[in-house]
């Protein structure tokens, strides 16, 4: 009773905690938008924001080492085994450094030697004249940023989801300020925007690394203490997260360099207003369920059902009000649209509304799946993502060519409704007790 107690109060604590942060997150997005805006026309930021969904892929490109570390840290720590959790981290940044290296080798190969601007359909000189140096400078800083960002997996296997996200939201405030000050005495360029946007979250994350270590001093890394049983314990269940992730990466990040090529960089810019103003329900959402992840973990390794069910029952209650949020967005959203970034951007109200319906579906989706990775029975999860990533593709060209924005957002919408169907039902599977074959794996 006491462990449950605890485990509850912890959640609790931590939601209360993201709101607050992720509330003033949410906000610093919104007036990131005109900031950029105020400097970038609405190209240049169309080639921004398709050039940070490329560097997605270098950010998530872990190999399921950080939701592996998540995971089992998160065990490790409930069975007080220090030793165990201290290897663990050891091995993660090892491994982390070890991997990133030869990606940002390979990525400044591309950049350097292929016809950049061709593959973004890049037709205007000004911004083709600094693309390179643009992406050059991007990759190098998030390359770094990927090593260092250890330091968020490990307060998520903690179960401190507030700290990690008051890291996140920390470099999102550092960029903006930085963008604010310097944009009232002059227009910045892409390049300027893309090295603030970039090193803001490295600054923090070096800041954080010494203050956390000294602070969780038993978890400090070492070269000395990297472990191959460690790594393999990390892996077998790293790269189910991983394909995930990937499968994940391919449906979203694609998105915008498949609206670049099909229709135009400028049309990025409306898709990702409307996305950013929709995606304040899932981020919140998120929010809310994240604690559920590394809770669940604790809860499962202790065989403590009865509190897994007790939190679902809850959750559901939960999504029926953000369904409801999102229909209330949806009818506000033309007059938020000229309030936030003025009359310049047309944004049609099908868009949000294809929109608002690719949310709800995350939304559900997202409520089984966080249960599901603390699990760690997620072998569904990964086919299913796998399958939507492969449909994805095809299916976006078709409808985009067909229909534009509408299209493309509608592709989004069809092929995710796959995996929240498999997760509704492998959670109820598993609650039962009549989880087989892959359904409990």
């Known amino acids: 009773m006491l462990d449950r107690d605890r485990r509850s109060s912890l959640v609790r604590k931590n939601i209360a905690g993201s709101i607050l942060i992720k509330g003033w997150g949410c906000i610093v997005q919104l007036l990131l938008v005109p900031a950029t805006l105020k400097s970038l026309n609405q190209y240049e930021y169309g080639v921004w924001l398709t050039i940070s969904s490329i560097l997605l892929w270098v950010d998530q490109f872990d190999i399921g080492l950080g939701n592996g570390l998540r995971n089992k840290l998160a065990e490790a720590v409930a069975k007080n085994d220090f030793m165990l959790a201290r290897r663990l981290v050891s091995t993660a940044f090892v491994m982390l450094t070890v991997i990133i290296v030869p990606i940002v080798l390979v990525l400044l190969f591309l950049v350097c030697y292929t016809d950049v601007s061709s593959f973004l359909s890049i037709d205007d000189p000004s911004v083709q004249d600094g693309i390179i140096k643009v992406l050059i400078v991007s990759i190098l800083l998030v390359g770094a940023t990927f090593i260092f960002k250890l330091v968020g997996n490990v307060y998520l296997g903690l179960q401190l989801p507030a700290v990690n996200n008051l890291l996140v939201v920390l470099g999102q405030t550092l960029a903006l300020v930085v963008i604010f000050v310097l944009s009232c005495s002059r227009d910045l360029s892409l390049i300027e925007v893309a090295c603030i946007c970039t090193a803001s979250p490295l600054i923090v994350y070096l800041l954080a690394y010494p203050i956390t270590f000294r602070i969780y001093g038993f978890l400090r890394p070492s070269f000395c203490l990297f472990d191959k049983c460690a790594l393999k314990d990390l892996f077998s269940l790293g790269v189910k997260f991983f394909i995930v992730q990937v499968a994940g990466l391919i449906i979203f990040a694609t998105s915008n360099i498949l609206i670049s090529k099909i229709l135009s960089p400028s049309e990025v810019t409306p898709y990702q207003i409307s996305y950013k103003y929709f995606s304040f329900t899932i981020m919140l959402f998120t929010l809310i369920s994240a604690p559920v992840w590394s809770a669940t973990t604790d809860a499962y390794s202790k065989d403590d059902w009865s509190w897994i069910n007790r939190t679902m029952h809850k959750m559901d209650k939960v999504m029926f009000v953000f369904v409801s949020l999102l229909l209330f967005m949806l009818l506000l959203s033309e007059p ?26 995350l939304i559900f ?16 999860i990964a086919i299913a993502t796998m399958t939507e990533a492969v449909v994805y593709i095809p299916l976006a060209v078709a409808l985009g060519h067909r229909f534009g924005l509408y299209g493309i957002v509608g592709a989004l919408l069809i092929v995710n409704l796959l995996c929240a169907v498999c997760n509704k039902i492998q959670f109820n599977k598993l609650a039962s007790g009549t989880a087989t074959g892959i359904w409990n794996k």
């Open 336 to 361: 938020v649209y000229d309030i936030w970034v003025g009359d310049e951007i047309k944004i049609d109200f099908m868009l949000s509304v294809f929109m608002s319906l690719y949310m709800a579906v």
């Open 365 to 380: 989706s997202t409520c089984y799946s966080n249960v599901l990775f603390g699990i760690g029975k997620i072998r569904v």
